[in-house]
Antibody, heavy 120, light 111 residues
């Protein structure tokens, strides 16, 4: 069974930094591209970042470009999102996601999410 | 990177059908057959109910169906049930640099 478990969320002041993690199990992590998504309170879903299975390709949403960094450790089946220069509008539940299949483009599996609150 | 446009809310009586539209551009919805739909209850994780425009994952009732015409995708819920009251989000692949684009979300109410 595919499982994704996020951790590391919390309260951080504007301008601060936070690193959230995603632990994967139940599948060959090194074979799959991964994504981070987020959902602000009462708002819709938003794609944040993409990383290929070997980390050779990485893309970001314009809203986080230059402030967030996605990385992965295939030996530890883990995905990370380093968030710097945080703003109030970054307050959201952050989800890691795996595509449904190793081909195609469907964010089929999601973790339970971790809440990041940016506030003074 | 603009969000796909969905109606804010739709409603219907039990047994009726409702359709949710999802309008994008030729760079996302119109350019790829990679449209998916998610059902989300308050405080819960989104659940995939449609992928590749019209495919249903195992376990999703056939009351849920998807289609696409040009830059607009649609989700139809037939035989509406009380348990279908939730938020629904569409999603499209948007190319390498704009990997996924989501819709604005639609709240479905069962009257």
């Amino acid at each position: 069974e595919v499982q994704l478990v996020e951790s590391g969320g919390g309260l951080v002041q504007p301008g601060g930094s936070l690193k959230v993690s995603c632990s994967a199990s139940g599948f060959s992590f090194r074979s799959y591209e991964m994504n981070w998504f987020r959902q602000a309170p009462g708002k819709g879903l938003e794609w944040v970042a993409y990383i290929s299975n070997s980390a050779s390709s990485i893309y970001y949403a314009d809203s986080v470009m230059g402030r967030f960094t996605v990385s992965r450790d295939n030996a530890k089946d883990s995905l990370f999102l380093q968030m710097n220069s945080l703003r109030g509008e970054d307050t959201a539940v952050y989800y890691c996601g795996r595509d449904l299949y190793s081909y195609g483009y469907t964010p089929g599996y999601w973790g339970q999410g971790t809440l990041v609150t940016v506030s003074s | 990177q603009s969000a796909l446009t969905q109606p804010r809310s739709v409603s219907g009586s039990p047994g009726q059908s409702v359709t949710i539209s999802c309008t994008g551009t030729s760079s996302d919805v119109g350019g790829y057959d990679y449209v998916s739909w998610f059902q989300q209850y308050p405080g819960k994780t989104p659940k995939l109910i449609i992928y590749d425009v019209s495919e249903r994952p195992s376990g999703v009732p056939d009351r849920f169906s998807g289609s696409k015409s040009g830059n607009t995708a649609s989700l139809t819920i037939s035989g509406l049930q009380a348990e279908d009251e939730a938020d629904y989000h569409c999603c499209s692949y948007g190319g390498r640099h704009n990997h996924y684009v989501f819709g604005t979300g639609t709240s479905v109410s069962v009257l």
